[in-house]
């Protein structure tokens, strides 16, 4: 039943572009994108235990470093993202070496002042970021000759990297190596004492979140074919932990139905208000004060009263 | 040597405001382990609310306004802990993450009451001749900002050691189930907190004006530098926030000057370098 269920929703994702509109078919695409995004954050929060507040740090700065590739230093498609995906994963790699100097509240200070950092960096080197202007006119890739200028191949595109990225981090959390970053999370000590080394095992799930973020921001700028400083906010991180932790961290799907959750708020609340920023607080309010687990495992926990907890 | 002396006083008068943001927050974090992202919008707060009182009375003193805003700012923080804050004691993330929507709903509401555009606050018209020293020409405004932050530490830290209010903050900071067993109202403390330093970065932001001016976007500039002294002094620690924010204040104001685009890399290598070789901070006793 659950598969078949699964199988519908799959076939249902990939055929969206035959039955919809261009609109819907964007709105799926960004949609995919803040879903990678949201689940490469919930290897850290809900996984790892590790509740990061710049994980926009490596959307924003894979998205600058392929803009800037592209439109600047005549860098192909290819190597651009190459250089920008290793890029953004080193530079995970430094940011966990600093961040996890901490735990706990310390660790999100520490990620919310980087990311802060990057934000005001991408604003004032006006001569190399544009500043405020951000950087616009840039263009999709062609992978194998095929144009992903139309609404739908995009999505198609988008899609594929999208469900890579779902079985990778599926992979990554129901392995052993998983099994062993909840164990930290929950026991460092035992852990540790069990020869585990829970620095090490947290410093490789950040940067692997950071790979992840990264993928999801070459993702984005491909498709706003645009970049500005915004994108490296710490509105742009809350709004990613605010999917995380509304359709359930620590759960499979529930980042992205967050994630699902949050756009779509965005999307038609911005039609009627101006005030997202506003809405977007006082969502954070309902949803910690209300909604503490989250959507996913609310729902799940209510069609399995009768076989108890998983 | 005139750069360098203007600069020096430049960099001490921001750090007299860092510490007047700081220092609530390093207090609020040490009694209740709350990260309190809402600090920088409480001080934008207090800049518009002076901007706002200043410019529409223009006989009042900075004094009597910066009093007002810093009462009118910890009475919405009050608000803030009591109906929001303490209905989330047992859940940690919950908290930080209700004072960054608040930290949102408070800016987005400053730019619906305010617009765009930042607002100059004036300089004291008392304090607007410079001082002559030595020979050298001194802001005088800027000079009483540092005397300010000198002020309110010794205040402060005679509130935290020689009052029975402070005995029972300390007590908190060390020991809350203790000190709740020995009979301490710690939960009013929270508030009392809470409110205490809400109300200093909201007089802070008054008296920051003249420098600063009202903008949109403040209060994302003001908190990572906070976040950054209270890092660098160690969680917790009065002395610890107040030798951070002269840290930062001189790294800030000599970065912006010397090398203007790397101002914000330059301001967090010390912060590096402390977490590398004191994770808890120069004067830090708490793990955060």
């Known amino acids: 039943m659950k598969w078949i269920a699964a199988a519908l929703f799959a076939a249902m994702l990939a055929l969206l572009p035959s039955f919809a509109g261009d609109f819907y078919i964007n709105l799926a695409s960004q949609i995919v994108i803040a879903a990678i995004f949201a689940l490469s954050l919930n290897l850290l929060v809900g996984f790892g235990g590790m509740t990061s507040l710049g994980h926009a740090s490596f959307l924003g700065v894979a998205a600058y470093i392929s803009?800037?590739?592209?439109?600047?230093?005549?860098?192909?498609?290819?190597?651009?993202?190459?250089?920008?995906?290793?890029?953004?994963?080193?530079?995970?790699?430094?940011?966990?070496?600093?961040?996890?100097?901490?735990?706990?509240?310390?660790?999100?200070?520490?990620?919310?002042?980087?990311?802060?950092?990057?934000?005001?960096?991408?604003?004032?080197?006006?001569?190399?970021?544009?500043?405020?202007?951000?950087?616009?006119?840039?263009?999709?890739?062609?992978?194998?000759?095929?144009?992903?200028?139309?609404?739908a191949s995009f999505y198609w595109f988008a899609l594929a990297?999208?469900?890579v990225a779902f079985l990778m981090m599926t992979t990554f959390v129901s392995s052993s190596f998983g099994s062993s970053l909840t164990g930290v999370r929950d026991q460092p000590r035992r852990m540790a004492a069990l020869g585990f080394n829970p620095w090490m095992i947290r410093w490789i799930t950040f940067i692997y979140a950071g790979f992840w973020g990264g993928v999801?921001?070459?993702?984005?700028?491909?498709?706003?074919?645009?970049i500005h400083p915004t994108s490296l906010s710490t509105t742009s991180s809350a709004e990613a932990l605010l999917g995380v932790i509304a359709g359930g961290s620590g759960t499979l799907t529930g980042p992205a139905v967050g994630a699902t959750l949050v756009l779509l708020l965005k999307n038609y609340a911005s039609a009627y208000v101006e005030r997202w920023n506003m809405l977007l607080g006082l969502v954070f309010l309902f949803i910690v004060l209300v909604m503490p687990t989250g959507i996913v495992p609310g729902l799940s926990k209510l069609l399995n009263r009768r076989g108890g907890p998983r | 040597m005139q750069f360098w002396i203007i600069q020096g006083l430049n960099s001490l008068s921001l750090g007299g405001l860092l510490f007047l943001l700081s220092s609530g927050f390093s207090l609020i974090f040490g009694l209740m382990r709350l990260a309190n992202l809402t600090h920088g919008a409480f001080f934008m707060l207090g800049t518009y609310f002076g901007a706002t009182a200043m410019r529409a009375y223009s006989g009042l003193s900075i004094w009597?306004?910066?009093?007002?805003?810093?009462?009118?700012?910890?009475?919405?923080?009050?608000?803030?802990?009591?109906?929001?804050l303490s209905k989330l004691k047992t859940n940690p993330l919950g908290q930080v993450l209700v004072t960054l929507g608040m930290?949102?709903?408070?800016?987005?509401?400053?730019?619906?009451?305010?617009?765009?555009?930042?607002?100059?606050?004036?300089?004291?018209?008392?304090?607007?001749?410079?001082?002559?020293?030595?020979?050298?020409?001194?802001?005088?405004?800027?000079l009483v900002l540092v005397g300010c932050a000198i002020a309110a530490a010794i205040a402060l830290y005679f509130l935290l050691e020689r009052t029975r209010l402070g005995a029972m903050i300390r007590a908190g900071v060390d020991d809350r189930q203790m000190a709740r067993a020995v009979g301490i109202p710690v939960s009013n403390l929270f508030?009392?907190?809470?409110?205490?330093?809400?109300?200093i970065a909201g007089a802070g932001g008054v008296l920051g004006g003249p420098i600063l001016s009202?903008?949109?976007?403040?209060?994302?500039?003001?908190?990572?530098?906070?976040?950054?002294?209270?890092?660098?002094?160690?969680?917790?620690?009065?002395?610890?926030?107040?030798?951070?924010?002269?840290?930062?204040?001189?790294?800030?104001?000599?970065?912006?000057?010397?090398?203007?685009?790397?101002?914000?890399?330059?301001?967090?290598?010390?912060?590096?370098?402390?977490?590398?070789?004191?994770p808890q901070g120069l004067l830090g006793r708490l793990g955060a």
């Open chain 2, 64 to 84: 009597t306004v910066a009093l007002g805003a810093g009462v009118a700012v910890a009475a919405i923080g009050g608000l803030f802990e009591r109906l929001v």
């Open chain 1, 161 to 163: 990297v999208g469900s």
């Open chain 2, 191 to 199: 508030t009392i907190v809470f409110c205490l330093g809400a109300g």
């Open chain 2, 214 to 278: 009202a903008y949109p976007g403040l209060d994302g500039d003001m908190l990572p530098l906070a976040l950054i002294v209270v890092i660098l002094g160690g969680i917790g620690s009065l002395l610890g926030a107040f030798i951070g924010s002269f840290i930062v204040g001189f790294i800030y104001t000599f970065g912006t000057a010397l090398f203007p685009e790397l101002a914000y890399i330059i301001l967090f290598l010390p912060m590096i370098l402390v977490l590398a070789f004191r």
């Open chain 1, 67 to 151: 803009a800037l590739l592209t439109s600047r230093y005549g860098f192909g498609h290819g190597p651009a993202a190459i250089v920008s995906i290793v890029g953004t994963t080193a530079m995970a790699a430094v940011f966990g070496i600093i961040a996890l100097r901490a735990s706990g509240l310390g660790f999100l200070m520490i990620t919310l002042a980087l990311s802060q950092v990057l934000w005001g960096l991408a604003y004032r080197m006006s001569n190399v970021t544009n500043g405020d202007n951000g950087i616009a006119g840039l263009t999709r890739p062609m992978p194998f000759g095929i144009s992903l200028d139309s609404a």
């Open chain 1, 216 to 226: 999801s921001g070459l993702l984005y700028v491909y498709y706003n074919k645009y």
């Open chain 2, 103 to 142: 930290s949102f709903i408070i800016s987005d509401a400053c730019l619906v009451l305010w617009g765009g555009d930042s607002i100059p606050v004036p300089t004291p018209q008392n304090l607007q001749s410079p001082t002559r020293f030595f020979g050298f020409v001194f802001p005088t405004y800027r």
